[in-house]
């Protein structure tokens, strides 16, 4: 493993699936079953390792080469490995400093097995799957199961559509971009030129953007145009579709006037109430990156209390 493994930033390893089996290569799918005591990670958490690469992580760097060595031992021989690290193991080189304990599920995926596939069309069509295995018998069930082999929950990738062109528009955007979510700035009337960042650019008026992106219940939007009239059309379009999350950029100062516009417009009160204004956890932020990281907390928080509404 490299000096600075990058690749354990990676926590959603589809892409990685999806990559190993265009090029028809088998991967070693690893995935924490059990685990007791203070690690940072839990049952779900999942790495890929193929014959010359691996990424994820399950333990903060303590038995990560480890795991690969034993994961390229499954590729070679096609014979699934439950491995425990911690209390109980019998790799007494490999410790986890926590204290605790990991089991370990090590299976081999051929580049053609249909999980790999049915992961990806349950992805492009945004909808939550999980997957069930024994180690030697997968498969995806519909929706989050529980029970028996019931490995990971993967829900459709988090969406983030800013609305908003100024710097803390941009931060936000940029924020997304480095949780690795798919990313969209709609910026009404706005330059040809696309922003200096790898994402989806849009210039339609709010209310026909969001109709085109059509948010989902794992889709956030960030309204921060400093435009009352182009903030209310942006919020009324929003509230009125499926997104998870909706937020504004503003004064606490302000927020009754846009509350009652709302109301006044025909907005429901449910759908008012589902409104994060202002924007972002209260951490006193200012600069546009603070407001951005706040902003990013807060998505992720709504995400993890909230069931989707389908």
């Known amino acids: 493993m490299d000096d600075w493994y990058v690749a354990g930033l990676e926590d959603d ?6 990559a190993a089996a265009r090029l028809g290569q088998p991967i070693a799918l690893v995935t924490i079953v059990a685990a007791e ?5 839990g049952p779900g958490a999942q790495m890929v390792v193929t014959a010359d690469d691996m990424g994820g992580f399950l333990s903060g760097g303590c038995i990560e080469a480890d795991v690969a060595i034993h994961a390229r031992e499954v590729l070679a021989t096609g014979e ?3 491995l425990v690290y911690g209390r109980g193991s019998p790799f007494v080189d490999a410790r986890l400093p926590c204290g605790g304990r990991l089991e370990l599920l090590v299976e081999r995926l051929a580049f ?9 069309a349950a992805e492009a069509d945004r909808r939550t799957v999980t997957l069930v295995s024994d180690g030697r018998h997968r498969r995806l069930a519909d ?3 529980a029970g028996p082999g019931a490995l990971r929950v993967y829900d459709p990738p988090q969406r983030l559509i800013v609305i908003g062109a100024d710097p803390f528009a941009m931060a936000m955007a940029q924020q997304g971009l480095l949780q690795g979510w798919q990313v969209t700035l709609v910026r ?5 030129a696309a922003p200096p960042l790898p994402l989806a650019y849009q210039r339609d ?3 026909a953007a969001l109709a085109a992106l059509e948010p989902d219940p794992w889709t956030a939007v960030a309204v921060a145009t400093h435009d009352a009239d182009l903030d209310h059309d942006a919020l009324r379009a929003a509230l009125d579709s499926r997104a998870g999350y909706v937020g504004v950029l503003g004064s606490r100062r302000r927020l009754p006037e846009r509350l009652s516009r709302l109301d006044a417009d ?4 449910e759908a008012i109430e589902r409104l994060h204004a202002p924007i972002g956890i209260p951490i006193a932020a200012r600069s546009p990156q603070e407001v951005a990281v706040s902003v990013v907390a807060e998505i992720v928080q709504a995400r993890q209390t909230r069931k989707p509404n389908t």
């Open 266 to 269: 025909g907005v429901p009160a």
């Open 13 to 18: 390893l589809r892409p990685r699936m999806f």
């Open 112 to 120: 053609d097995d249909p999980v790999i596939a049915g992961l990806e």
């Open 205 to 207: 008026a709010p209310a």
């Open 143 to 145: 929706g989050e199961a």
């Open 37 to 41: 005591g203070g690690g940072p990670r």
């Open 188 to 192: 009404p009337n706005g330059p040809e």
């Open 80 to 82: 699934p490995a439950r």
